[in-house]
């Protein structure tokens, strides 16, 4: 299958997904207001999500970037998690956003909670945009959720197929995937 012809229906629209962006912004903002925050982005898939969140997040923030690879360029998850771009600063004492695109089997959630649990931060408050639960594969405590979607693969506002249809607007489903 080219990744180029995939057959997309839009899944989560634009509009829906603001609207969960600024849900999720004002309840983190009502929670860490006043209190020394870093959002920690988990490349590459949440960018834009997050880029759309922090900005919903009314208090003083610094960005951290944190880059894991779990699907090598397929559909399903390894179940193995690479860290290809390690956080930049230390989060000891601070409370830190942890912001996540979509939990699927869950392992790469909980692999990024230890990595960051293990350094020492003030407290830990976990994002996702998108959760699948019938796709757990471990148990996966998640604080704030955008989206509980069935377990089909989805692509678009940052998530991929084999690195394409990041830049669409929109959450779209696949099709015709075998
Ligand atoms: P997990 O470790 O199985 O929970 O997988 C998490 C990672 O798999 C996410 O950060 C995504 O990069 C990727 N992923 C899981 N489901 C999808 C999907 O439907 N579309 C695109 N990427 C996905």
Redesign the pocket.
């Known amino acids: 299958m080219n990744a180029k012809n995939l057959d997309l229906q839009v899944y989560i629209s634009e509009e829906k997904i603001k609207k969960a962006v600024e849900r999720i912004g004002n309840d983190l903002t009502t929670k860490l207001k006043g209190k020394k925050v870093v959002a920690v982005c ?1 490349l ?3 960018f834009l999500f997050y880029s759309d969140l922090i900005r919903r997040i009314d208090t003083d923030i610094t960005c951290e970037f944190f880059g ?4 090598h360029g397929g ?3 390894s ?1 193995e ?1 690479k860290v290809t771009l390690d956080l930049s600063s230390p989060i000891e004492n601070q409370h830190v956003i942890l912001v ?12 990024l909670k230890k990595a960051i649990e293990s350094r020492n931060p003030a407290s830990l408050t976990t994002v996702t945009l ?1 959760e ?1 639960p019938d ?3 471990v148990p ?1 405590k998640l604080d704030y959720v955008g989206f509980q ?1 069935s377990n ?4 678009g506002y940052g ?3 084999q690195g394409y249809y990041r830049n669409l607007p929109y959450i779209a489903q ?1 099709l015709n995937l075998q």
Not at 68 to 71: M, P, R, T
């Open positions: 988990v590459k898939g949440s894991v690879s779990s699907y559909t399903s998850s179940g998690v996540e695109d979509i939990v699927d089997t869950g392992l790469t959630m909980n692999y998108l699948k796709a757990l594969k996966c979607i089909e693969f989805v692509v998530l991929d197929y696949v």
